[in-house]
């Protein structure tokens, strides 16, 4: 049985297990009564400014020790050496230990763990593991709280990716530093169905096929989790242990009531107490304590007759019913709260000595645990909670919607606004959820906190969006941030069926609405591409008073943002001029940022590295300063300054914050040229360190990730990355695959202006004909093409147009050509120190400068920055690392790697989906509906696996496909 049990006293386990209250109900009991209070509860104050406390924030990364460690087993436990020894000896890759509440998984483990001593990693899963990055972030912790195991390079690539983590590379890391380990490890998961998701799944399954064989798993869950088992079965890599093994025999039961409790029972009692409880621990233990409370166990053990369920209720009621009248009100009025601190327990109850009571509790072993070793802040076990919860619904209709008021205030003051947020909806109180949420939403928009707000609005009710049209505007904005606009659209309909609700017949309350819905769909033209309908819709102006303040402030945004896709540098910037006083004035925070970010990304465009620094320098510490460290907000302009620190060459600082910022920003499309710019620069990094397999994956993911609606000009620019990738590879057949399948033809005539789309398709072209030998068909466009991006104001784009001309005429043999125009990019790069953009061009270009350099006529004309330019470029290119010698394996998707005449090529999982639904016959639109992807996002990844299969077409695909047993 459980090893921490006590006289007198229920299960004592730190995390979860024990007693299954959930659907039992007793028809023999009388319900528990709670007591009335004479005292009315507070009246909640809704007021923006209230003080706030100092109160643990839920989103700190800080860890929880107490998940690291399994219960403590004390001497008077039971040993069950018929299943500890089949844990501790032999162990197979993973062990399943499955059975409902209350069978002793976790006693067993725990004894298990306790066996293996330094070489056992126990980590206790709970709902917040269903987080990636706050299971990643204790995993670790747990293999280092010995000995460093995972390496710090790991635990930094983690560190503060709380809105996603990308599991495929975390778990590489993991596995690798792993392989570094002289004996083996085995890490226990106890209570993984509290936290199991599609994400968990895929994480564990991926530790556990790809860590090495000195890494076994013990995992301990009510329910067998989603991984492949059969597979595992079938490989003789799995034991399991159910609920049949788990079940105590009749010695076991017997020694546990002697040893634990001091029941002496016949042979007989013991067989009808184990008839009644079929083995099932808590069942045991529950009718221990009930026993001991009975001068005759004969009569006692009588009443107990009926399934499973049933004795579990009644055992459970009778257990609170037997407690005082204050312990019994204060477990039930604190049964609302997933954690408590004695301050919160006040307030709900109109005690003053909370902490005594809860002190109190805790030793009659009321399932009440300690989350921190100073033990401030508690929690009931969850089963426990659940039961109580029940009870108080039963007993004290109303009272609990009081209760979630008075708790969802406190943690409010406390500065908890999810917490309390939280709170109101899981009591099921949705009219004060959405007086809660419709506060706190704007202020968590303005703070960047988009995704919040969105999972706040999918937990309410469709009849209570309905009737609060606020609450469709909110997840509206929500939804638009996020990329997801046919969504937005809908719920504008929505609000429009029920506008006179909202505008409550006053003309000025309508004007605004119309208002608030027209920049919506500004902002949705503009996620979703439509640069000319955004620009025309944000030319409007909405009267100058403090009610349209805040829209017109994001109007200025979004007018910049969409003046800067049109490449109007001068608009885009007197945009951002505008934007960020206004902002800053009604404290819209993200507002301020972007507008900041807006700012610096026009100086991006037109090559003025220095003062795109500082607007990205500026935004991080305003963002620091009034949204936290590490907030979306702060997240932004970080990266932006990362993209500054790769063309500057500085590529250990860039892949340093992309790896840490990127999930922030990945999710909301709000801030495409945001994620764009990121994606291309840790592409670009992971290339020229010579891991294009990874590079080309980041790619992928600038195109698929989160919004299911992918720009055209995104996929122009990623495709001509791809490509540049491939050849700087050597894969000049891969990169020819490639642009064929994805419509780049050399038909296809230059712009007679400068249009994102065309221009990269001819930059690819131009690519491919100087790879092909060709440099002379290239030329002529490249000139043309700087002549567009000069004409255009684009610097930026001007020195990579001039360092691929630079290319051809060295490929092309025309060495002076070749030198002169070495020139123009020293007289046009000094200032701003553009590095990257001349090196990703090719080895070639680097060799160029460097014998340019060496070339005493040539050089005797530049200036002193010019030399010290020159300089600059030489070194970094003479210290590129070697392809092949830096590769790593940091591919953010699993891979597999495919034999084809030769060659491996690695189709990663979203590839093989696509290659699945082609091989069965689906068109590129059902692809594309069934893997909830835009057609733009199925054609690349088609593109992809055409290219990597080496074929021609779909059927040739397919074929492939299944000759290679890639598909059934």
């Given at each position: ?255 546990f009531l002697r040893q634990v409790h001091d029941l002496r029972l016949s042979r007989h009692q013991l067989g009808v107490l184990l008839g009644h409880t079929e083995g099932w621990g808590a069942g045991l233990q529950l009718a221990s304590l009930f026993l001991k409370e009975s001068p005759d166990h004969a009569e006692a053990l009588q009443a107990l007759s009926g399934d499973t369920r049933d004795i579990a209720d009644y055992l459970a009621s009778e257990v609170v019913r037997r407690q005082p009248e ?455 466009d490249l000139q043309a093409l700087v002549r567009l991006a000069r004409h255009a104001g684009r610097v930026t784009r001007e020195i990579q147009l001039l360092s691929l001309l630079l290319v051809a005429y060295a490929r092309a043999g025309q060495q002076a050509a070749a030198f002169a125009t070495a020139k123009d990019i020293l007289a046009l790069g000094a200032a701003e120190g553009f590095i990257r953009s001349i090196l990703d061009q090719g080895d070639v270009a680097g060799a160029t400068f460097l ?24 070194a970094a290119a003479t210290t590129a690392l070697p392809a092949a010698a830096s590769a790593t394996p940091s591919s953010p998707s699993a891979a597999t790697h495919v034999p084809v005449d030769g060659v491996i090529e690695s189709l990663t999982e979203k590839e093989l989906r696509v290659l699945r639904l082609l091989s069965e016959g689906a068109s590129n639109t059902q692809i594309g509906a069934s893997l909830f992807i835009s057609v733009n996002t199925v054609r690349w990844h088609v593109a992809n ?24």
């Amino acid at each position: 049985m459980r090893a921490d049990i006590r006289r007198s006293r229920f299960l004592q386990r730190r995390n979860v297990g024990g007693v299954t209250f959930l659907a039992m109900q007793s028809k023999r009991t009388t319900a528990t009564t709670m007591p009335r209070s004479d005292s009315k509860l507070p009246a909640p104050c809704w007021t923006a400014n209230a003080p706030r406390g100092n109160a643990m924030s839920p989103r700190t990364s800080q860890i929880l020790s107490t998940k690291l460690r399994p219960p403590a087993l004390l001497a008077e436990a039971i040993d069950r050496p018929r299943l500890t020894t089949r844990l501790a000896c032999n162990l197979p890759k993973v062990v399943l230990v499955t059975a409902a509440a209350g069978f002793g998984k976790t006693t067993l483990v725990a004894q298990c763990h306790r066996h293996l001593g330094e070489r056992a990693v126990w980590l206790s899963l709970d709902r917040a593991d269903r987080n990636t990055f706050v299971f990643v972030s204790h995993l670790i912790a747990g293999f280092n709280r010995q000995h460093p195991v995972v390496s710090s390079s790991t635990e930094s690539f983690v560190e503060g990716r709380v809105a996603s983590l990308d599991v495929d590379e975390v778990t590489i890391r993991i596995a690798n530093d792993l392989d570094r380990l002289d004996d083996d490890r085995v890490l226990f998961l106890d209570d993984y169905h509290l936290a199991e998701t599609p994400e968990l799944n895929e994480l564990v399954q991926l530790l556990i096929e790809r860590t090495s064989a000195r890494l076994h798993l013990v995992i301990a869950s009510r329910v067998t989790p989603a991984l492949p088992i059969a597979r595992y079965r079938a490989s003789d890599a799995l034991h399991e242990l159910n609920a049949h093994d788990l079940a105590f025999n009749t010695a076991e039961a017997d020694s546990f009531l002697r040893q634990v409790h001091d029941l002496r029972l016949s042979r007989h009692q013991l067989g009808v107490l184990l008839g009644h409880t079929e083995g099932w621990g808590a069942g045991l233990q529950l009718a221990s304590l009930f026993l001991k409370e009975s001068p005759d166990h004969a009569e006692a053990l009588q009443a107990l007759s009926g399934d499973t369920r049933d004795i579990a209720d009644y055992l459970a009621s009778e257990v609170v019913r037997r407690q005082p009248e204050e312990v019994q009100q204060f477990l039930l009025y604190t049964s609302i709260l997933e954690r408590m601190n004695a301050d919160v327990c006040n307030a709900l109850t109109g005690r003053d000595d909370a902490q005594a009571m809860i002190e109190r509790i805790e030793a009659q072993g009321l399932f009440l645990f300690p989350l921190d070793l100073k033990r401030k802040w508690y929690r009931y076990h969850h089963l426990f909670r659940d039961f109580l919860r029940v009870q108080l619904g039963r007993q004290h209709a109303g009272a609990p919607l009081d209760l979630y008021r008075i708790a969802s205030q406190w943690f409010e003051n406390a500065g908890l606004d999810e917490e309390a947020a939280n709170l109101t909806l899981d009591g099921g109180d949705f009219d004060h959820a959405a007086q809660l949420v419709e506060r706190l939403a704007i202020r968590m928009i303005t703070r960047g906190d988009v995704p919040q707000v969105a999972r706040w609005m999918q937990r309410f009710p469709e009849e209570v969006t309905r009737k609060n049209p606020r609450l469709l505007l909110y997840r509206c904005w929500a939804m638009t941030a996020m990329g997801h606009v046919d969504t937005a659209e809908r719920l504008l309909q929505q609000v429009g069926g029920n506008a006179e609700a909202l505008v409550q017949g006053s003309d000025d309350a309508r004007h605004l609405l119309q208002a608030e819905i027209h920049i919506l769909r500004t902002m949705g033209a503009l996620v979703s591409d439509d640069i000319e309908r955004a620009s025309a819709m944000a030319s409007v102006r909405f009267p100058e008073t403090p009610a349209y303040q805040f829209l017109s402030a994001n109007l200025w945004n979004v007018a910049g943002l969409a003046a800067l896709a049109r490449g109007d540098f001068s608009q885009a910037m007197a945009c951002a001029v505008k934007a960020e006083p206004l902002n800053r004035e009604i404290e819209n925070l993200y507002g301020v940022c972007y507008a900041q970010c807006l700012a610096g990304l026009v100086h991006l465009a037109q090559g003025r590295l220095l003062m795109a620094r500082e607007a990205f320098a500026r935004a991080i510490r305003d963002a620091v300063q009034c949204t936290g460290e590490h907030s979306f907000n702060a997240a932004m302009p970080r990266m932006l300054l990362a993209v500054v620190d790769y063309e500057t060459n500085d590529l250990d600082a860039a892949h340093a914050v992309l790896e840490r910022e990127l999930p922030r920003v990945a999710e909301c499309g709000y801030v495409e040229a945001v994620r764009t710019s990121s994606f291309l620069a840790m592409a670009g990094i992971l290339g020229a360190r010579g891991d294009v397999p990874a590079a080309l994956a980041h790619l992928e993911q600038a195109i698929t990730s989160n919004i299911k609606t992918t720009f055209e000009r995104t996929n122009a620019v990623v495709n001509s990355e791809s490509i540049r990738l491939k050849l700087a590879a050597g894969d000049l057949a891969g990169a020819q695959r490639f642009a064929r399948h994805a419509g780049i033809d050399h038909r296809i005539p230059l712009p007679d202006a400068w249009s994102r789309v065309p221009v990269h398709c001819a930059i690819s072209r131009c690519r491919l004909l100087v790879a092909e030998g060709r440099a002379d068909a290239a030329i002529p466009d490249l000139q043309a093409l700087v002549r567009l991006a000069r004409h255009a104001g684009r610097v930026t784009r001007e020195i990579q147009l001039l360092s691929l001309l630079l290319v051809a005429y060295a490929r092309a043999g025309q060495q002076a050509a070749a030198f002169a125009t070495a020139k123009d990019i020293l007289a046009l790069g000094a200032a701003e120190g553009f590095i990257r953009s001349i090196l990703d061009q090719g080895d070639v270009a680097g060799a160029t400068f460097l014998a340019f350099a060496r070339n005493k006529d040539g050089t005797a004309q530049l200036s002193s920055a010019e030399a010290d330019y020159l300089a600059r470029i030489c070194a970094a290119a003479t210290t590129a690392l070697p392809a092949a010698a830096s590769a790593t394996p940091s591919s953010p998707s699993a891979a597999t790697h495919v034999p084809v005449d030769g060659v491996i090529e690695s189709l990663t999982e979203k590839e093989l989906r696509v290659l699945r639904l082609l091989s069965e016959g689906a068109s590129n639109t059902q692809i594309g509906a069934s893997l909830f992807i835009s057609v733009n996002t199925v054609r690349w990844h088609v593109a992809n696996i055409l290219s990597k299969l080496h074929v021609e077409n779909r059927t040739q695909a397919a074929a492939s496909a299944h000759l290679l047993h890639l598909v059934d």
